[in-house]
Structure formats: C-alpha cells, structure tokens
C-alpha cells in the first residue's frame, strides 16, 4: 500500500514563528502537492512538485514555500506564521502524468497559529 | 479555468436510503473525475474515478457515472450505512493541469 506520512498531525506555533510540515512518500511517486482544507472552501492547492528541485506554485502559495531536496520528501514552510494559517494542511502524492493516477493523501497535519 | 461545483451540505439520511451527491464540473478537454472520501480524523481516500465518457466507477456500493453531455459526476449508493458518514469530495484532472482540483466537499451523516 501507498503510504504518505506526514510528520505532525497537531501543531500550535506563535505569530511569526518559521513552521515547517514535513511529508514523506515510500511509493517512489514523482509528484508531491501540499493543499490547505478549510471548512466551506474544499481543498487549495498551494505548491507542488513534480521532481526533485521542481516546484510550481499553486492556487494559494503567498505565505508559504516549500522545499523538495529528495524525491520522496516535500516540506512545506510558513516563513513567518499568521493566525490566517491556522488550518489543516494534506500532503498528497501520485506517479506519473497520466490524468487517471491516483492522487494518494497522507492523514493530515492540524496546525493552530495563536 | 477548470472548476467542479458539488452539492453544499450537510446531508442527513437515515440508514438504508437512498444518496444523491451532484457534482457538476467545467474543463477543456477530456479530463479524469474522481470522488474521494474523508473520515473523521482522516486524510482523502480514493473511492471511485471515472477516465472517459460513459465510464462507470463504483466501490463499496457507490457509483458515480461520466457524463460527458450534461458534464456531471453524480454519486449514488442505493442504501447507506452509519459507516458512510464522512465527507465526500468530487474531482477532476485535466490534460490542461497536471494537478487535481476538488469541489468544496459534502458532508453526509447517516441516522441510525
């Protein structure tokens, strides 16, 4: 089975602290997405990648980066957190370019900014 | 751009029902539709996708058909259980994108 792990399921950080999510896939998947999920608002993609050192902006990317060293690695940092931030962000990852594959989800990280 | 529009919750049925969820969606092209399902405390999970027009995808009792004319992807299950309550999710891939875009979600709980 695909496993996506994501290293924190609950996080509270203060206004201004640097947060990094880390997300790890054991499924040797080329692509890598990091959505935010807010209640009414569905799923906002906000970067993903789709190779090592490649990385594309998605839909909602202001206040975020990310950083993607090794193919089965891809951190999501909030460079100075806001309590707009608080959320639940997925980690989510898929082979290929095929429109059909799969797009696997880790459990999510809860994260309250205060 | 592409978008999907899925029914707002929440939907309350009781157990046995019969579930509708619609999902309606705009792309260019052809694209791939998927419904994914979210239990409390969890992250997404694949529940059934469809690749072509006319397609039919189906798991554990859910089915959802292509339907390229009317653009929609409506979900159905002819009688739910307590354990359906989750929040369902519909989605599209298309050749313009390489990411999935996901409609708002609807939240289901089923009365015993």
């Known amino acids: 089975d695909v496993k996506v792990t994501q290293s924190s399921r609950y996080l509270v950080k203060r206004t201004g602290e640097k947060v990094f999510l880390e997300c790890v896939q054991d499924?040797?998947?080329?692509?890598m997405f990091w959505y935010r999920q807010d209640p009414g608002l569905g799923l906002r993609l906000i970067y993903f990648?789709?190779?090592?050192?490649?990385?594309e902006k998605g839909d909602i990317p202001e206040g975020y980066s990310v950083s993607r060293e090794k193919k089965e690695r891809f951190s999501l940092i909030l460079e100075s957190a806001s309590t707009n931030q608080t959320s639940m962000y997925l980690c989510?990852?898929?082979?290929?370019?095929?429109?059909?594959?799969?797009?696997?989800f880790g459990e999510g990280s809860w994260l309250t900014v205060v | 751009g592409d978008s999907v529009t899925q029914m707002e919750g929440p939907v309350t049925l009781s157990e046995e029902a019969f579930l509708t969820i619609n999902c309606t969606y705009t792309a260019t092209g052809y694209p791939s539709l998927f419904w994914y399902v979210q239990y409390p405390g969890e992250g997404l999970q694949l529940l059934l996708k469809a690749t072509k027009a006319d397609d039919k995808g189906s798991n554990k009792g859910f089915e959802a058909t292509y339907r390229k004319e009317t653009t929609s992807f409506h979900l159905e299950k002819g009688s739910v259980q307590v354990s359906d309550s989750a929040v369902y999710f519909c989605a599209l891939r298309s050749s313009s994108a390489s990411k999935i875009i996901f409609g708002s979600g609807t939240r289901l709980s089923i009365r015993p």
């Open positions: 499924m040797d998947h080329e692509n």
């Open positions: 989510a990852s898929s082979s290929g370019q095929g429109l059909g594959n799969t797009i696997y």
């Open positions: 990648s789709y190779d090592v050192k490649m990385k």
